[in-house]
């Protein structure tokens, strides 16, 4: 099942949260910030023992003070106009992403616009991207067997669900 929310994904009764980071791992703002500040300092000393993260790679952490199992950390791609692997680079991030899920049987995940927000992807592209990965792994894995899409913009939100209503 894939399903669309709005509002803030450190609220939300999932098994496992994806938050959008940067490559030192060490927060950030928009909705890293909002993960970090849930979570507590212990999420900031884990994430400095693993390093850094490419764009496009996950690594997952504990939850800490958030009540969900684990926190999967994904690295989106900064957009600089379309023409630089952008596309490729997002898609990646939802594949490991759900991959660290299926490791961790994680059943219901929550992600959110993953690069559509500082790192200025374009949103209706970002919402159809993320629609046609989650789907495709979905298919071909039990595991998650929920997918929800926690948007916290309205815009977010329309893109989403024009994005699941199509196919
Ligand atoms: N819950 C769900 N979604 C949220 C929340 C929240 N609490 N807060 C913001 N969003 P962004 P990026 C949405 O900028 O574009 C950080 O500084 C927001 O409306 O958080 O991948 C990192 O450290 C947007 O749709 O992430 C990196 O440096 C979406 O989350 C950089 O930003 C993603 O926006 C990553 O940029």
Request: hydrophobic fraction near 45%.
């Amino acid at each position: 099942m894939v399903d669309v929310v709005q509002g803030d994904i450190t609220q939300l009764k999932v098994d496992g949260i994806v938050t959008s980071a940067n490559e030192s791992l060490m927060g950030g703002g928009g909705v890293d910030k909002a993960v970090h500040r849930a979570a507590g300092p212990g999420l900031l000393q884990e994430c400095m023992k693993i390093g850094l993260c490419n764009p496009g790679q996950a690594v997952i952490t504990n939850a800490h003070w958030l009540e969900v199992q684990k926190i999967i950390h994904t690295v989106g791609p900064i957009w600089e106009g379309g023409g630089y692997g952008e596309e490729g680079v997002l898609r990646s991030c939802y594949r490991a992403a759900l991959q660290l899920a299926q490791e961790h049987q994680l059943a219901h995940i929550a992600l959110p616009c993953i690069a559509a927000g500082v790192y200025e992807f374009p949103g209706e592209l970002a919402a159809r991207i993320a629609v046609e990965e989650v789907r495709a792994f979905m298919a071909s894995n039990a595991i998650p067997q929920r997918v929800t899409f926690c948007c916290f913009q309205d815009q977010d939100l329309a893109h989403y669900q024009a994005a699941l209503a199509d196919g």
